[in-house]
């Protein structure tokens, strides 16, 4: 067996519970009344709508009749709003007959007065479409679709160009002179008004083989390079797209060019599903669920078991911090019940993998090997099985974000209430079983290997099997 030096047990313990304990808590400090966050904990998770209630409203166009195209433009900003700042449960409906958009989402991580009409601001801003040279930006996060978002212009790019009051429609299609390819080309056509045509005419021929981003308040949506000096009003944004990826572009920039504001017809909150003290219910039952597991790991696996404790307490650590915001490069996200459940789920699989390695030891030293030959073979063989069945859950769990995600490929189905319920399920399902890999397979067979260079640990007794002589 490899040996690997005693102090990385140690090293990796201490390391994994500093982790788990700041994941849990946050790092923070106070500027007179106002509170800095260092890093998030579990006070900064946004809890679902079925957790601890939400917001509900109604928007309909200012003063006109809007079209079906015009309605899903303006349901996909509103959309674009909740999804980059983390807001993944969420119900958004658009009825064509009387021109509404529905929306159902919960309130902020730290909503204290539980203002319906500050809550809206968040969403229901009108949206400034923007064309600027350049495409630097200050932050990048990562969306909840997994793409990244590029946020906050800076430098020259901080210049306007033209405005979205230049565009008169944004249509996704394919592109003409692709016809003979096998592959086709989708883009996105832009016409603009006569007053857009001369500016943009003007823009292209300056900025002629250079970038000019364009950005839906600070969100860069698209960062085509000029070609040439564009002339009549027409234009198209060419790019590696998808049909979906240039539809939804098209979209994004149909509502950053909207000629309406919308305003609410009615607005109300939503009470939780489960009650105000559910939150506290189910942590107290969890705190009790993981005491009752730790204390089964170490009676019936001892030294393993309390490695498995450590390895568990790293796999908590690491989902709670991925839902947080805790990692600056992923955004917060809406934690709901089904949310809670998969992170359940998740760490029962952890359970499951030490429990599978600790039992593949015991059955190595029983069969008469050492106490290194029994870790090195109870490691190896029961690395198969538990790769298998956590591999089984990440499939599960992909179908899931992408079936149930931003994408809605069924949800034609299944109905758009269920996005982003199910959608946080497998979002904390796939997380768990990827901090399982890491925690579970990865760093606990490090400590167990590292523990067992220790002279007091040389006892197969403390590995699960018999005392060293019987």
């Known amino acids: 067996m490899k040996r690997i030096p005693k102090p990385v047990f140690f ?67 509103i959309e674009t709003r909740m999804v980059s700042t983390g807001i993944t449960d969420y119900e958004l409906y658009a009825d064509y007959n009387t021109d509404r958009i529905i929306v159902r989402f919960p309130w902020k991580e730290d909503e204290k007065k539980f203002d319906v009409k500050a809550a809206l601001e968040e969403i ?32 020259d790019t901080k210049t306007v160009l033209m405005n979205g009051s230049a565009v008169k429609k944004a249509q996704a299609g394919i592109d003409s002179s692709s016809s003979n390819s096998k592959k086709s080309n989708y883009v996105v056509s832009l016409e603009l008004n006569d007053k857009g045509a001369k500016t943009f005419a003007d823009i292209t021929g300056e900025y002629t083989g250079k ?22 009003g027409k234009a198209q944004i060419s790019g590696d797209f998808t049909a979906e990826e240039a539809t939804a572009l098209a979209e994004k920039i149909n509502a950053g060019a909207l000629p309406f504001k919308l305003k609410t017809s009615s607005y109300g909150s939503v009470s939780a599903s489960l009650g105000e003290n559910s939150l506290q219910a189910m942590a107290t039952a969890g ?17 393993p078991g309390i490695i498995a404790v450590i390895a568990l307490i790293g796999q908590m650590g690491i989902t709670i911090a ?28 952890g359970v499951d993998a030490n429990v599978i390695t600790s039992e593949r030891i015991m059955e190595e030293m029983r069969s008469g090997r050492t106490l290194d030959g029994a870790l090195d073979r109870g490691t190896k063989s029961s690395l198969s099985a538990i790769v298998d069945g956590n591999m089984t859950i990440v499939i599960v769990a992909i179908i899931l974000l992408l079936v149930f995600g931003p994408f809605n490929l069924l949800s034609f189905i299944f109905g758009q209430s269920t996005t982003g319920t199910i959608y946080a399920f497998g979002y904390t399902l796939l997380v768990g079983v990827i901090s399982n890999f890491i925690m579970g397979i990865g760093l606990s067979r490090v400590m167990l290997r590292a523990v067992a260079g220790y002279k007091f640990a040389r006892h197969k007794w403390l590995f699960g099997g018999v005392k060293d002589g019987e």
Do not use: C, H
């Open 11 to 77: 090293i990796v313990a201490i390391f994994i519970l500093l982790f788990s304990f700041s994941a849990v808590f946050g790092v923070s400090y106070y500027v007179g009344d106002n509170k800095e966050n260092v890093v998030k904990g579990i006070s900064d998770i946004r809890w679902g709508t079925d957790i601890r209630g939400g917001v509900e409203a109604t928007f309909e166009p200012d003063g006109v009749d809007a079209t079906d195209a015009q309605l899903d433009s303006a349901k996909s900003i």
């Open 124 to 155: 229901s801003s009108t949206a400034e479409l923007t064309f600027r040279p350049g495409n630097s930006y200050e932050s990048t996060t990562i969306g909840s679709d997994g793409k990244y978002v590029y946020k906050t212009p800076t430098g």
């Open 322 to 349: 991925a839902i947080s915001g805790y990692f600056t490069v992923f955004n917060s996200f809406t934690m709901t019940l089904p949310g809670i459940a998969g992170l359940i789920l998740s760490i029962g699989m």
């Open 211 to 232: 970038v000019v981003s364009i950005w839906m308040d600070d969100i860069m949506l698209s960062a085509p390079t000029i070609q040439e000096k564009i002339t009549g």
């Open 287 to 303: 705190i009790i669920a993981i005491i009752l597991i730790s204390l089964f790991m170490i009676i019936m696996y001892r030294l």
